[in-house]
């Protein structure tokens, strides 16, 4: 089993639709993010949390909404989307919070979103 | 904020040696990470240097100098396996923010 798991990991949605990703980290970490990747683009990172509290928030759109409701768990809220926000959206976790010793990141295969 | 720049395509023949470079600007160092990323699969990491020099991992090598804001990945003996796209990424020391560069695609021909 990969340490990162991500549903689904292809979605399809009209921009009046509801619907959210789902990750879970089985590394016993205490960081998880939610990075955005656009063709030929770099990562752009969406939100972080360090023990279940949101530390960070890139300047998000309010149709993306985070939820972490234990440190194993995070989900990414999708409504109302636009074409633009087609991409990959990885989640990753990592023992603690870009941290001085530089923890790396334990990244997800993605799920593929594609608004139409 | 940092700016991060990596070839964007790289070529190379199986058994060669390939040579990704990653210039940085950054207002504050804390490292920099090599990832490797397969077409449709996640980034997995490959190194990390908070130091200056090289430091090898197998067919791998990866170099830093701080003050050259330089980077480089060493890829020996290439196999096909190995085509797919490195990223470079800078943790900042200021904020702990880590930036991506937008990643270099390395095709390995037979």
Same mark, same amino acid.
């Given at each position: 089993?990969?340490?990162?798991?991500?549903?689904? *990991?292809?979605?399809?949605?009209?921009?009046?639709?509801?619907?959210?990703?789902?990750?879970?980290?089985?590394?016993?970490?205490?960081?998880?993010?939610?990075?955005?990747?656009?063709?030929?683009?770099?990562?752009?990172?969406?939100?972080?949390?360090?023990?279940?509290? *949101?530390?960070?928030? &890139?300047?998000?759109?309010? !149709?993306?909404?985070?939820?972490?409701?234990?440190?194993?768990?995070?989900?990414?809220?999708?409504?109302?989307?636009?074409?633009?926000?087609?991409?990959?959206?990885?989640?990753?976790?990592?023992?603690? *919070?870009?941290? *001085?010793?530089?923890?790396?990141?334990?990244?997800? &295969?993605?799920? !593929?979103?594609?608004?139409? | 904020?940092?700016?991060?720049?990596?070839?964007? +395509?790289? %070529?190379? %023949? +199986?058994?060669?040696?390939?040579?990704?470079?990653?210039?940085?600007?950054?207002?504050?160092?804390?490292?920099?990470?090599?990832?490797?990323?397969?077409?449709?699969?996640?980034?997995?990491?490959?190194?990390?240097?908070?130091?200056?020099?090289? +430091? +090898?991992?197998?067919?791998?090598?990866?170099?830093?100098?701080?003050?050259?804001?330089?980077?480089?990945?060493?890829?020996?003996?290439?196999?096909?396996?190995?085509?797919?796209?490195?990223?470079?990424?800078?943790?900042?020391?200021?904020?702990?923010?880590?930036?991506?560069?937008?990643?270099?695609?390395? %095709?390995?021909?037979?």
């Amino acid at each position: 089993e990969t340490g990162v798991t991500q549903t689904p *990991r292809h979605l399809v949605m009209g921009m009046t639709n509801k619907k959210s990703l789902k990750c879970e980290q089985h590394l016993g970490h205490n960081a998880m993010y939610w990075y955005k990747q656009s063709a030929k683009k770099p990562l752009e990172l969406m939100f972080v949390y360090s023990l279940e509290e *949101r530390v960070e928030n &890139n300047s998000v759109p309010s !149709r993306f909404s985070p939820e972490c409701p234990n440190s194993s768990h995070l989900f990414l809220h999708l409504h109302t989307l636009q074409p633009e926000d087609s991409a990959l959206y990885l989640c990753a976790s990592s023992q603690d *919070r870009f941290s *001085r010793t530089g923890s790396p990141l334990h990244f997800g &295969n993605g799920t !593929r979103l594609t608004v139409t | 904020g940092q700016n991060i720049d990596q070839p964007t +395509e790289m %070529t190379a %023949t +199986e058994g060669a040696i390939v040579q990704i470079n990653c210039t940085y600007q950054t207002s504050g160092f804390n490292g920099l990470f090599w990832y490797q990323q397969h077409a449709g699969e996640a980034p997995t990491f490959l190194s990390y240097n908070v130091l200056d020099g090289l +430091e +090898e991992k197998g067919r791998f090598s990866s170099f830093l100098s701080r003050s050259k804001g330089y980077s480089y990945l060493l890829l020996k003996e290439l196999q096909m396996k190995d085509s797919a796209s490195y990223l470079c990424a800078v943790l900042s020391s200021n904020d702990y923010k880590l930036s991506f560069g937008a990643g270099t695609t390395v %095709t390995v021909r037979a």
